[in-house]
């Protein structure tokens, strides 16, 4: 004959029980939200900003910044070559 366990144990089986239960489930519901989502394609760009483009040509420049200097009729003829 097989002797009942006490309310506490019981009780504590449950619980065991239980959240054994709600691991599974968490781990499935995961699992399935990861193969549903497409892949997002990566950009990577090797050497960005470590290039070099030459400047011995009809290049003019000035010290400074000044967003009229950005006009079509910005008169730079004074600057520097």
């Keep these: 004959m097989l ?3 006490s309310p506490a144990v019981e009780s504590w089986r449950s619980r065991c029980g239980f959240v054994l239960c709600l691991c599974t489930a968490l781990s499935h519901a995961e699992q399935t939200h990861a193969a549903s989502v497409p892949a997002v ?3 990577v ?3 960005l ?3 070099a483009a030459p ?3 009809p290049w003019q420049f ?3 910044d000044d ?3 950005a006009a079509a009729s910005f ?3 004074s600057w520097g070559r």
Excluded: C, E, I, T
Aim: no cysteine; glycine share 16%; aromatic share 4%.
């Design 75 to 77: 008169d730079d003829s």
């Design 55 to 57: 400047l011995d040509g």
């Design 67 to 69: 967003p009229a200097w």
């Design 62 to 64: 000035h010290p400074g």
């Design 41 to 43: 394609p990566v950009l």
């Design 49 to 51: 900003g470590k290039g």
């Design 45 to 47: 760009v090797d050497n």
């Design 3 to 5: 002797a009942h366990a």
